[in-house]
Nanobody, 124 residues
Framework: QGQLVESGGGLVQPGGSLRLSCAASGLVLGSYAIGWFRQAPGKEREGVSFITSGGGTVYADSVKGRFTISRDNAKNTVYLQMNSLKPEDTAVYYC??????????????????WGQGTQVTVSS
């Protein structure tokens, strides 16, 4: 049974940076599309960034130019580098893995595996 574990969240001041990690066991991340989603209190889960099995990357407009998704196949880990963080980035961040193509990346229901989430709080 595949498992995903996120880490790297925390409290950071506006303008700061964090790097989230999504480590996998029981599945080879390089064979999956990986998505980072986030959910703030009282809001729906939203897609943040995605990387396909072929290495293509997609970003939400709200994070484009500030966040970078990458994958280290040797470590079976996907990262989300978050720079220039804003208070509105505050949320629980989840990584997810699924066998899906570009057209379905934004749909949380399409992902088979989910991590437990890691809290990111941007506040002064």
């Amino acid at each position: 049974q595949g498992q995903l574990v996120e880490s790297g969240g925390g409290l950071v001041q506006p303008g700061g940076s964090l790097r989230l990690s999504c480590a996998a066991s029981g599945l080879v991340l390089g064979s999956y599309a990986i998505g980072w989603f986030r959910q703030a209190p009282g809001k729906e889960r939203e897609g943040v960034s995605f990387i396909t099995s072929g290495g293509g990357t997609v970003y939400a407009d709200s994070v484009k130019g500030r966040f970078t998704i990458s994958r280290d196949n040797a470590k079976n880990t996907v990262y989300l580098q978050m720079n220039s963080l804003k208070p509105e980035d505050t949320a629980v961040y989840y990584c997810a893995a699924g066998l899906l193509g570009l057209l379905r990346l934004w749909r949380p229901s399409e992902y088979r595996y989910w991590g437990q989430g890691t809290q990111v709080t941007v506040s002064s």
